[in-house]
């Protein structure tokens, strides 16, 4: 049976790629504020939309897209004022959040099997409506987080630079918590509430390790979460368990091996500093006996100095002269 043709399968991947883009996105603006766990909080808070939509009978999306921006604007607010410090308000969400919505839950008549697909995902669960909340909202998220990506650069890498040039510092928190609340609650029905917080992170610390500027590793990450998102997804049909599990463990694959790349992209774009001829000193001295050969692979940067390469070493510079090193 072709996978496509199912038309839950249609609606999971359209979801999942849709979640894939816009979690990396605002993700990394909650990594360069360090509010990488900020995720988790939120997506424990949505778990007490979802208890109250079970409760209510209404449905779980809308409801816990309303109820997870109120809580992190709310969070902000005592952020902001001092009253309430960035780890203090998380545990409020975490435990507040996850408590409440398993406390709705039982009051409904459901237990936790009710609330799994929530927590961790499922395939099954994403109606046709379900689909346009998702495109609806992930597009809102983009076009705020691209079009406003200066100013909420600015605020997220240093908010007294930021307020001194003029900018709405506090909406623009506020903007930046809302979009990360939006972007847990749309990415519920994927990866689950327990594990979108990872799809927000892993990427970019991957496309990190690859891209230099934060332009560059912005829409790196996006492309390396909607590769895993879709690719998790598309493989938790055929091994028959939840995506959320299997796209995460992609995502931190991909993260492993983004190690050795970035290390074979370290040596390659190695600097080569060009020294004016005159600060070479009047006597060089004989550097201390060692091992280590100076070559172009050898990890050290490489100097020009008056036509010859110099390395440093030890917080010197080693000049290859006959059978042994000259320190300059």
Known sequence: MDLFSLAFMQRAVLAALITGIT???IGTFLVQRRL??????LGHLAVAGVGLALLTGTAPLPLAVAICVAGSIGIELLRESGRASGDVGLA????????AGLLLAGLAGQ??????????????VISANDLWYITILGVVVLAVTIGLLPQLFAVSADEPFARSIGLRVRLLNIVVVSLA???????????GLLLVSALMVVPVATANHVVVGFRNGLFTAMGLGAIAAVSGTVGSYYLNTAPGALIVVIAIT????????????QRRNRPILELPDDTAPVAHEPAESHLHVHDTDC????VQHAGHTDYIHDGHRHAAHEDHYDEH
């Open 111 to 124: 237990g936790t099997g009710t609330l799994s697909a929530y927590l961790f995902g499922s395939l099954l």
């Open 23 to 25: 979690a990396p996105a």
């Open 36 to 41: 990488s766990l900020l995720g988790d909080g």
């Open 299 to 302: 990890g050290h940067v490489a």
């Open 181 to 191: 609340a939006i972007t847990v609650t749309v990415s519920m029905r994927t990866v």
């Open 92 to 99: 409020i969400l975490f435990y507040g959040g996850l408590s």
């Open 254 to 265: 991909v993260f492993a091996l983004s190690w050795p790349v970035s290390r074979i992209l």
